[in-house]
């Protein structure tokens, strides 16, 4: 085992540091498990690479004021969190950091100002996810998150960012699932949570993903467990548009945006923010960021079921959404017929990491963009703005917005679409920074705003 001074944190939370030789010599670096910036400790190496080591933390000799006792007790086996023994604060703290290194490093800039980092609720705040099924033979069934770089189920009973009714379920699905007369063909339970008919009250509704058509007993037994517990059950035999309501036969899932009067219905299976309280400070800060005007036209570019789209037809004269996938898309028009805006949005399927300058220019003119992409980025995106940008046609820069928000969940392919916007010089980082909208765990969330610097 080796003695060491923890330098700083990375971003899966692991301490990084650089143990010195005989001669005082910094070593390769070793990112060690669950050890903090400033702290002396004592570590044990289980992977050797020759530029790095992964190693396990043994012992703390001295510890950081920003560590705390995490709540959970599955914290270092769960795959789910890797920041429960760092402060909230400092958890915000160092994911803007991050934000900021991507920004120097790969991207070659920094924004001429940093927004104030956003934190929310830090416990019961996650209303969509994933829950995989493991059938130990002979012994028990698992619910629960994988294991941390395992292909293992957590052998979980509660879980505190989870709602409290969600948590506790836990152990009763574990019994409901063995009850079934093949548990082994239910692989996984998706989750997610909605506001109902009434203002203020939350429908619960759990996705059973089944491998065979499960038996009438197992069907009875579903029931039962809906009734008992007021929640309402889909089953899935297939992809994600195979997933039916089961029991009740009728589920009606929204969240609202109560700045704009936005009221979104959604599926269990649509892909929405898995923090409802977060997303309305997102969709707030980024409808101001953008600066939309009465007669501006908005592009939304990975609009998804329209969560910044109809938002923004609120203040702009037009908005118009444009999503990769065909389902999510007619669930956006839905959600604009929904709440009266259909004459003021119009949405388009375009795969947005195949555009070019015509595909941008085939939009029409716009002068504000929203990007939120996926964790890939907007390469493509990014690529052809540059290109019209360097065009000696002043018909090409026309199509160029003078405002673009960029929403990103990754801060690597952020760093990397802002140099390619920079590049040419036709844009300024004018501002970015962070929200906390995964507390406890490595994903960041963050906003960047570009700005034209002439056109």
């Known amino acids: 085992m080796t003695r060491v001074i923890v330098e700083s944190l990375n971003l899966e939370a692991q301490g990084v540091a650089r143990p010195l030789d005989e001669n ?24 050797i690479k020759s530029k790095f080591e992964l190693a396990k933390l043994e012992a703390i000799y001295k510890s950081s004021p920003s560590r705390i006792s995490p709540r959970c007790p599955s914290f270092g086996e769960c795959g789910g969190c890797s920041m429960q023994h760092l402060d909230p604060r400092a958890q915000l703290s160092m994911k803007q950091r991050v934000l900021e290194d991507n920004l120097r490093y790969l991207g070659r800039t920094k924004p001429e100002f940093l927004l104030r980092p956003v934190a929310g609720p830090s416990w019961e705040y996650r209303y969509r996810g994933r829950l995989s099924i493991f059938k130990i033979p002979k012994v028990r069934v698992l619910v629960g998150f994988h294991q941390k770089k395992a292909n293992r189920i957590t052998d979980m009973l509660e879980c505190p960012i989870l709602p409290k009714k969600i948590s506790d379920l836990l152990p009763y699905w574990r019994e409901l699932i063995q009850s079934f007369s093949s548990p082994e063909s239910w692989p996984q339970i998706e989750f997610a949570l909605g506001e109902g008919e009434l203002m203020g009250s939350l429908s619960y509704v759990f996705v059973l993903r089944h491998l065979s058509r499960p038996s009438q007993k197992d069907q009875e037994l579903i029931k039962q467990f809906a009734q008992e517990h007021q929640i309402h059950i889909w089953l899935q035999a297939g992809d994600l548009e195979s997933a039916k309501p089961f029991y009740p036969e009728q589920t009606q899932l929204c969240y609202r945006l109560p700045d704009f009067d936005i009221e979104m219905p959604f599926k269990p299976t649509d892909f929405t923010q898995v923090n409802h309280q977060m997303n309305q400070v997102l969709v707030r800060k980024a409808v101001n960021l953008l600066q939309v005007n009465p007669s501006d036209r908005v592009l939304d570019l990975f609009c998804g079921i329209g969560n910044f789209t109809l938002p923004l037809a609120r203040h702009a004269r037009e908005v118009f959404g444009i999503e990769g996938s065909e389902a999510l898309t007619i669930r956006a028009q839905a959600n604009a017929d929904h709440n009266h805006l259909e004459n ?3 949405f388009a399927c375009a795969n947005l990491f195949e555009v070019s300058p ?40 026309a199509y160029l917005p003078q405002r673009i928000v960029y929403v990103s969940c990754n801060p690597a392919t952020l760093a990397r679409d802002v140099g390619i916007l920079l590049g040419q010089g036709a844009y300024r980082l004018q501002s970015a920074g962070v929200m906390n909208m995964f507390p406890h765990t490595s994903h960041i969330e963050s906003v960047a705003v570009f700005e034209r610097t002439h056109g």
């Open 344 to 346: 003021k949005v119009q």
């Open 24 to 47: 005082g010599v910094p070593g390769k670096v070793v990112f060690i498990q669950d050890a903090l910036p400033g702290e002396d400790v004592e570590y044990q190496s289980y992977k």
């Open 358 to 397: 015509d595909t941008i220019k085939s939009w029409g003119r716009a002068s504000k963009w929203l990007i939120d992409p996926p964790r890939d980025g907007a390469m493509a995106l990014a690529t052809a703005i540059a290109q019209l940008a360097s065009s000696s046609n002043q018909e090409d820069q």
